[in-house]
């Protein structure tokens, strides 16, 4: 069974950091796409960063460009989100998720985690 499970989350004041990781089982990080995705109350879940795997390329949204870090570690399955500058408007859940595609496309992925709670205060 494929499993993606996501943590690191919690609040922090703005300006501070947190470190997201989304530890992938059933499943190796070889091909396709990788990213994560963020839904805030009221709000449609939508791309924060996301991997094409084959090629290690990185794409961001533009509102986290130059403060999120996409990056992965193969020998231990996992996909990490650095995430530097936080502002109140990242607060949102955060989401894992493994597919195949055009990759900052939810509608591409098959697999998703749980998601982990990411709060920022002023």
């Known amino acids: 069974q494929v499993q993606l499970v996501e943590s690191g989350g919690g609040s922090v004041q703005a300006g501070g950091s947190l470190k997201l990781s989304c530890t992938a089982s059933g499943i190796t990080m070889s091909r396709g796409c990788m990213g994560w995705f963020r839904q805030a109350p009221g709000k449609e879940r939508d791309w924060v960063a996301v991997m094409v795997i084959e090629r290690g390329d990185t794409h961001y949204r533009d509102s986290v460009k130059g403060r999120f870090t996409i990056s992965r570690d193969n020998a231990k399955n996992t996909l990490y989100l650095q995430m530097n500058s936080l502002k109140p408007e990242d607060t949102a859940v955060y989401y894992c998720?493994?597919?195949?595609?055009?990759?900052?496309?939810?509608?591409?992925?098959?697999?998703w985690g749980q998601g982990t709670q990411v709060t920022v205060s002023s």
């Open positions: 998720a493994a597919g195949g595609g055009w990759c900052p496309s939810a509608s591409s992925y098959n697999h």
